[in-house]
């Protein structure tokens, strides 16, 4: 079978006739044949098998193109031979010649161009890789390719080495060509010398007589009147640079009764030079001594040639190439290896690759070249050789009947700016994770409005992304410091260091870094031996044996600073399996503690902030009191932030008559004002309820007309509560629960068998609006056992939800948690309905009314009932 690498017939135009260099029709056939003809067993087979054994493939072939393909040389393919023909249609080097550039195919199975043609639907062709043969005038004669059955990936390299074999096979078939223009007569004769191929001769040492038959004269371009038959006479026809040469080999033959085997050249009469290869033996005497030599000649001038030619297409690659024998010497190398190798050609020719190149031995280079030898196969490959090379290479090594071809490139320069593009690359990364890094810092640790919070966060950063481990302290407002978090990457160590962050800090010299660092607020490395230098300023013995287990290699103290001030430290440790720190991780780290530094005074102010409006607060909301078998629980809740803390306000007392009233309410504002109109409003309302003595409703007429007489400037809501029982009721086990509201959600009811009611009653308008606003108690006779719950909006109002559905929470809640002491029922209801940053300050009071036929529950605390003197109206 013919495996005809090639698609679609060429297309018409210039350059598209892939015989455009041959006649037309018929007579390109036969001059393409008489091409093929003429070429074979030169060069151009020796570059087609190169071609194959270079880029490592099954199978080459190099195709003149006519009305048909026809094979020029091909190896690798049994069933193909030079000269065989083939359709254009189905040939894959048409369209090689026809694009005019080389045709790549990776996958010639999915590749439409070529998906097609029987040599690929046959599973010949996998992958192809062709370029196009260009002859005299610029056309395109053919093309040269090689190929397999299985899928490749062709490089830039293998298509240079490709292009750079076709110009040699071009120019190979140029000189052919030349020859097709010989009249057929001299084609005949150059046939009929081919056939004849040896010449013989006859030297008598008697009588110097040196015979020559016809051929070998015609060998040397004599005639038989041009032979004189003596030695003479062929010395004069030897190349005087081979002569003594030649001289020598016959003299030891003859000394010897040896054979002598041996090439030179030869001077013909025109001026010309040939090659000879000759053979023979002296044969010996009766006296044992020689007295004649037989021999043979033939002409090696054309082989001689395709070597010289293929030579020069060697020397003219810009690849390195050499050839080694069995025995690992250097047997051919041109140039381009000489440049690379370092070595002059005169040094390296001869001698052996180990000795030479003695850093090969064991390395990458021997296991290699000893695999393809032991195996036979080609193989590629990369490797390093030191110097005085110092250089990168990728090598193609392929086993010969001689020994081993080696074809290289220096790919220092490549390889370089693959690993320059990849530092480059990695730095990118490096840089781009420690923005993200110092952007989830800043948003997390913005975020953090407490110290124990804000800290744990900064330390998690920091371990292990930069750090084995780490210590964060605090300066207080004295320039004292105190470790307050640590953090280590691994988990059994942790213990240890936190015992170490409480003890290192003792005793400390001044020129601690530590102590440096809080003064001047520059940062403190040790970038080695961390260990021996930390325990030399150490004085607690426990700290140096716990610093040498943690056994550091590497510190960084870095100042955490805000506002003009240091407010903290951050201590850095790492292992010996780090690196010392580098500039752009100082440069991280200090990004991160200036962030950190500016977190943590945000959360020191706002603890204070907080502790301050939160103390405010509390101080004007007084203990509840303790009536008898009556339990009165009260709760605050401060907002997330500490400006938000003020308007929500609960109190409980006794009127004169022993009425407990309950009131809730909430003042509109969240600040500092608040808080102080919420004081106002609490202390106007207890006073008017203690002294009037009166129902819900009046007090919030009167605390209403109060307010506008006082020019108290501000609204609120409030709920008025009033436990009232006469004896009969106290004979029943009941009590009137009397409550007015002044726009405030309503409260609730829990009564003894679990069910929960919303005490609606009527709401009226809020405080501070109008002062003629008619108020009306509502009133409901409830159960001993029963638990009265009265709250602020905080707890039911959110963003994302409406009223009635906080209010649905809120009695779900209650209704769970129907069982459990009222102190576990006020703190469930908070730990549920509350989130973990509540957006608004929360107050609520309860009361249980305890069964009053049974002792006072201890539930219900200590009987402290304040004194209720009945004013003196």
């Excluded at 052919?176 to 010989?182: G, I, K």
């Excluded at 603890?607 to 008898?628: I, N, V």
């Excluded at 809640?813 to 129907?818: E, S």
Aim: some cysteine.
């Amino acid at each position: 079978m013919h495996v005809v690498p090639g698609p679609t017939p060429a297309p018409e135009g210039a350059g598209a006739d892939p015989a455009g260099a041959l006649a037309g029709g018929q007579e390109r056939q036969r001059a393409a044949q008489r091409l093929v003809a003429t070429s074979q067993g030169s060069a151009v087979d020796r570059l087609t098998d190169l071609a194959a054994r270079l880029l490592a493939t099954p199978a080459a072939q190099l195709s003149l193109l006519s009305d048909v393909q026809t094979i020029g040389a091909i190896t690798g393919v049994s069933d193909a031979q030079p000269g065989s023909t083939g359709s254009l249609a189905d040939s894959l080097c048409t369209v090689t010649a026809a694009s005019g550039a080389p045709l790549v195919v990776t996958d010639a199975t999915s590749d439409e161009r070529v998906s097609g043609l029987p040599p690929v639907t046959s599973g010949a062709v996998g992958a192809y890789l062709g370029v196009p043969l260009t002859g005299r005038g610029g056309h395109v004669v053919g093309a040269l390719c090689v190929f397999g059955p299985e899928p490749r990936t062709w490089s830039p390299a293998d298509v240079t080495l490709l292009s750079e074999l076709a110009s040699a096979a071009a120019r190979e078939l140029e000189l052919s060509a030349l020859s097709v223009d010989y009249a057929s007569g001299e084609l005949r004769w150059q046939l009929a010398i081919d056939a004849a191929g040896i010449g013989s001769w006859d030297w008598d040492l008697r009588t110097g007589r040196l015979t020559w038959d016809e051929r070998l004269l015609e060998l040397f371009g004599l005639g038989a009147a041009d032979f004189d038959g003596t030695i003479e006479s062929f010395n004069a026809r030897v190349h005087p640079d081979d002569l003594a040469r030649v001289g020598q080999a016959l003299s030891e033959a003859i000394e010897c009764c040896g054979t002598v085997d041996l090439e030179y050249r030869t001077v013909l009469p025109d001026g010309t030079m040939r090659w000879i290869q000759a053979r023979g033996k002296a044969l010996s005497g009766p006296a044992g001594d020689a007295v004649r030599v037989l021999g043979a000649a033939y002409d090696t001038t054309a082989g001689r040639e395709a070597d010289a030619r293929l030579a020069r297409v060697l020397e003219s690659m810009s690849a390195a190439f050499y050839s080694l024998d069995r025995e690992w010497c250097f047997t051919y190398v041109n140039a381009e290896a000489e440049r690379l190798l370092g070595k002059v050609r005169e040094e390296l020719l001869g001698g052996n690759l180990w000795e030479l190149f003695p850093a090969a031995a064991g390395s990458d280079f021997e296991v290699h070249y000893r695999a393809a030898v032991e195996s036979g196969q080609p193989t590629t490959f990369e490797a390093y050789y030191p110097p005085p090379l110092d250089g990168w290479y990728e090598l193609r090594a392929w086993p010969t009947p001689d020994g081993l071809s080696v074809y290289f490139l220096d790919i220092t320069a490549r390889r370089d700016a693959q690993e320059a593009a990849q530092r480059a690359q990695r730095a990118a990364e490096r840089a781009a994770q420690r923005l993200r890094l110092v952007a989830a810092v800043s948003a997390d640790l913005a975020a953090a409005l407490d110290l124990d919070s804000a800290l744990s966060r900064l330390s998690t950063y920091v371990v292990p992304t930069l750090a084995d481990a780490c210590i964060v302290s605090l300066v207080d407002e004295q320039g004292g410091l105190r470790d307050v978090a640590s953090w280590h990457v691994d988990e059994e160590l942790r213990p240890l260091l936190e015992r170490y962050r409480h003890v290192r800090l003792r005793d400390l010299p001044p020129d601690a870094p530590v102590l440096q660092t809080v003064r001047t607020s520059r940062p403190y490395v040790f970038p080695d031996r961390a260990t021996e230098r930390i325990t030399s300023i150490l004085r607690d013995d426990a700290a140096r044996q716990m610093i040498e287990q943690l056994a550091p290699e590497s510190a960084v103290v870095m100042p955490l600073r805000a506002r003009g001030r240091t407010v903290g430290l951050l201590t850095v440790l790492r292992g010996v399996k780090r690196p010392a720190p580098q500039r752009e991780d100082l440069l991280t780290l200090e990004e991160i503690c200036d962030r950190a530094g500016l977190a943590l005074d945000n959360a020191r102010l706002y603890t204070q902030q907080q502790r301050l409006a939160e103390g405010l607060q509390r101080s004007m909301l007084t203990s509840p009191p303790e009536p008898d078998h009556l339990q009165i629980v009260v709760r605050y809740r401060p907002a997330a932030r500490a400006a938000q803390v003020g308007g929500d306000w609960y109190d409980a007392f006794l009127q004169p008559d022993g009425s407990t009233v309950l009131v809730i309410g909430d003042v509109m504002g969240h600040d500092v004002n608040a808080a102080a109109a919420m004081g106002q409003i609490r202390s106007l309302l207890r006073g008017i309820a203690y002294y009037s003595g009166a129902g819900p409703a009046a007090i919030l007429t009167g605390l209403d007309a109060t307010m506008q007489g006082l020019d108290v400037e501000t609204t609120a809501t409030a709920v008025v509560a009033r436990l009232e029982q006469t004896p009969e009721q106290k004979e029943q086990g009941t009590t009137v629960l009397r409550w007015a509201n002044a726009g405030h959600p309503p409260p609730l009811l829990l009564q003894p068998d679990g069910t929960v009611t919303t005490l609606d009653g009527r709401s009226t308008l809020l405080l501070g609006i109008d002062p003629s606003t008619a108020r009306e108690d509502a009133e409901r006779t409830v159960e001993r056992g029963s638990t009265v719950l009265l709250y602020t909006d905080g707890l039911i109002e959110r963003r994302h939800q409406s009223v009635d559905e906080g209010l649905e929470l809120l009695r779900k809640a209650v209704a769970d948690l129907a069982g459990t002491p009222l102190d576990e029922l006020c703190d469930g209801i908070l730990d549920r309905l509350l989130p973990e940053q509540p957006e608004d300050d929360v107050a609520l009071v309860a009361v249980r009314l305890h069964l009053q036929d049974r002792p006072r529950p201890p539930e219900a605390g200590p009987r402290r009932v304040p004194r209720t003197p009945r004013p003196q109206r």
